[in-house]
């Protein structure tokens, strides 16, 4: 029978172009926010953090940034290029030391 | 190695069967975390340790699913009476434990229950 499963939202962009991956958090007392890219079969990369004190971090090509106001966080890829092409998880420090994971979104980098 | 090492990196088990699937964190880190990762989903928490105790074990879905850490290191998830649903991608992660906030993930050990 056909097998049922979530669908990533996805996001397809041209090497070279900015990616913007956009996650919405749930959790107005978060204070740490986190990045991970995970390519298939493998597991979860950091990526970049923000704490809630801050509304914009930049690291290496990429920038986070955080909205408190409507819980929204983003990715900024700048340039990207094929080896980008992985899902991207958003992830929120609720309580204590434990993260809870986004869904994901799946980026595609076209040559 | 200097990242966190699962064992096996699959186990296929019949529906019924006991499971055991081991982490090795990163030396010198104190926080061990077990997530598990369905087809299309983001990683899901079962349960965290501090040192050999669990912290935080609300994560974990019924009883047939147990963790250890005895010495602090090497941790050990074990399934009971594994369950079809059951199947999915246990990830484990360590960090230093400074609540620096950056989890150190395995590659994971894919089950699957026929």
């Known amino acids: 029978g056909e097998s049922v499963g979530l669908h990533l939202p996805t996001l397809s962009v041209q090497e070279g172009d900015n990616s913007i991956i956009n996650c919405a958090y749930s959790?107005?007392?978060?204070?740490?926010f986190i990045w991970y890219k995970q390519e298939s079969g493998k597991g979860p990369q950091f990526i970049i953090d923000i704490r809630s004190n801050m509304d914009k971090r930049q690291g290496q090509r990429v920038t986070v940034l955080l909205n408190k106001t409507v819980k929204h966080l983003s990715l900024q890829i700048a340039a990207t290029q094929p080896g980008d092409s992985a899902v991207y998880f958003c992830a929120e420090r609720t309580s204590g030391s434990r993260l809870t994971f986004g869904e994901g979104t799946q980026l595609t980098v076209n040559p | 190695g200097a990242g966190v090492s699962q064992t096996p990196s699959n186990k296929v088990t019949e529906k019924g069967k006991y499971v055991e699937l081991r982490c090795d964190p990163i030396s010198g880190h104190t926080a061990l975390y077990w997530y598990r990762q369905s087809l299309g989903q983001g990683p899901e928490f079962l349960i965290y340790f501090q040192g050999t105790g669990a912290a935080d074990d609300s994560g974990l879905p019924n009883d047939r699913f147990f963790a250890v850490r005895p010495e602090g290191s090497v941790s050990t998830l074990k399934i009971q009476r594994t369950e079809r649903g059951d199947s999915a991608v246990y990830l484990c992660a360590s960090s230093p434990g400074d609540l620096s906030g950056e989890l150190f993930f395995g590659e994971g050990s894919r089950l699957t229950v026929l």
């Open positions: 959790n107005s007392a978060s204070d740490y």
